[in-house]
């Protein structure tokens, strides 16, 4: 289990500390800004639901943007060329420069097709670049503008027309086929790309922004796995419809923030899923967990620049409570071991509120988490002098 040293004053593990404004120019494309025929454009943009959890979370958030592929990125062309619906533009290109404005970060993206050989490798047509070389001349030109400029990889869904078809919705055998390509040899790809130019920069922050494997994730596990993928995608590029892009909001809100999106945010359902709105809690639980879990090897966070976990000046040491409990992840009952009798026991959410107290003067209990909605939770074990404290993450399937 893991152990964390806990303020007294407050969960610094649950709050973390955030920015409270975020200025970003994003080199990107139609899988971070698609300009659909169907929905409202905006709402099939992630920066418009960035923008939205900032507002509702007390934060602001500015962005510019451009259109192109890496290679034409390359170019070094760079200029503010998008407008989005309620999303407050960063930069006047008649009369700032790109440093004039401020920019915390820039966010950039290889295209979805170029998977099928290593990042390393010069682009097919006799291009004397690669991705990897490609992204190393916009990140050079943006270091000379902000020398301490971050740098975020949106690692984004592979085309879905090679895996179906038909069209959609793929078939079940498709869309399995689908993930394992999305979840392997796609990620394996984009882990590649980032390690490299992590390499090539070290005095830099270069974070990467697991959004696609995380989606994946989401709408491969239950309820979410009800949605109709046609409610998902619009076409097989793959783009999507507005809960493709919230999803994408959310999990990119939380890595440029640093901080999950406020609890209880309420959207319309006429654009968003039912399953996706009533279990919002619970999905940004799960996203928050997923996001703190993408380290490389040694513990290092590949997604947060600077570790969202704080303490108070009144820090804890923590000892072994010696306190274990299974299953985790967990779907009814929960037993929990040790010398029950030394410690208060709670099991409470990601805003601190308790939804069991397990008191017990024995060495074993069984408890019944059933009724608790799908997420991360924490047991939180204190002993009965109350000097001592411990957190321990449980997840409830």
């Given at each position: ?175 399995n086929n689908y993930n394992n390509y999305l979840q392997g040899g796609y990620h394996d790809w984009f882990i590649a790309y980032h390690d490299s130019l992590t390499a ?198």
């Amino acid at each position: 289990m893991k152990r964390l040293l806990i303020a007294i004053a407050m969960l610094c593990y649950v709050i973390g500390h955030g920015q409270e404004e975020v200025k970003t120019h994003i080199f990107g494309h139609s899988l971070i800004n698609h300009v659909s025929s169907i929905n409202p454009p905006h709402l099939t943009t992630t920066p418009y639901w960035l923008s939205q959890f900032a507002e509702a979370a007390g934060n602001t958030y500015q962005m510019s943007g451009q259109w192109g592929q890496l290679h034409q990125h390359r170019d070094l062309n760079v200029q503010p060329n998008w407008g989005i619906t309620d999303v407050e533009g960063a930069w006047d290109g008649d009369t700032q420069s790109f440093s004039d404005v401020g920019f915390e970060g820039i966010i950039i993206m290889p295209s979805n097709f170029e998977q099928y050989q290593a990042p390393h490798l010069n682009y097919e047509g006799g291009f004397q670049y690669s991705p990897i070389s490609a992204t190393e001349t916009v990140f050079d030109w943006c270091i000379q503008q902000k020398s301490d400029i971050k740098l975020y990889i949106y690692e984004h869904w592979p085309e879905m027309s090679s895996y179906a078809p038909g069209g959609i919705p793929p078939s079940t055998t498709e869309w399995n086929n689908y993930n394992n390509y999305l979840q392997g040899g796609y990620h394996d790809w984009f882990i590649a790309y980032h390690d490299s130019l992590t390499a090539s920069y070290p005095n830099s922050c270069i974070s990467m922004i697991p959004v696609g494997p995380i989606i994946s994730d989401i709408l491969l596990s239950t309820p979410y796995d009800q949605i109709p993928l046609e409610d998902i995608y619009e076409d097989p590029d793959p783009h999507g419809h507005p809960n493709l892009y919230f999803l994408a909001g959310m999990i990119t809100y939380m890595a440029l923030y640093e901080e999950q999106t406020p609890a209880n945010f309420t959207s319309d359902q006429t654009f968003i899923h039912p399953i996706i709105a009533n279990n919002y809690n619970a999905l940004r639980d799960l996203i928050w967990q997923e996001l703190r879990d993408f380290d490389y090897a040694d513990g290092t966070s590949r997604v947060f620049c600077d570790e969202p976990v704080t303490t108070s000046t009144a820090d804890l040491t923590v000892d072994a409570s010696g306190i274990t409990f299974h299953p985790n992840p967990c779907d009814q009952l929960l037993v929990i071991e040790g010398e029950l009798s030394r410690f208060h026991l709670q099991i409470i959410d990601s805003l601190g509120q308790v939804h069991h107290t397990l008191d017990n003067t024995g060495t074993e209990s069984t408890f019944d988490i059933s009724s608790l909605p799908s997420g991360v939770y924490f047991i939180r074990i204190q002993d009965r002098t109350y000097a001592q404290l411990w957190i321990e993450n449980l997840v409830k399937m």
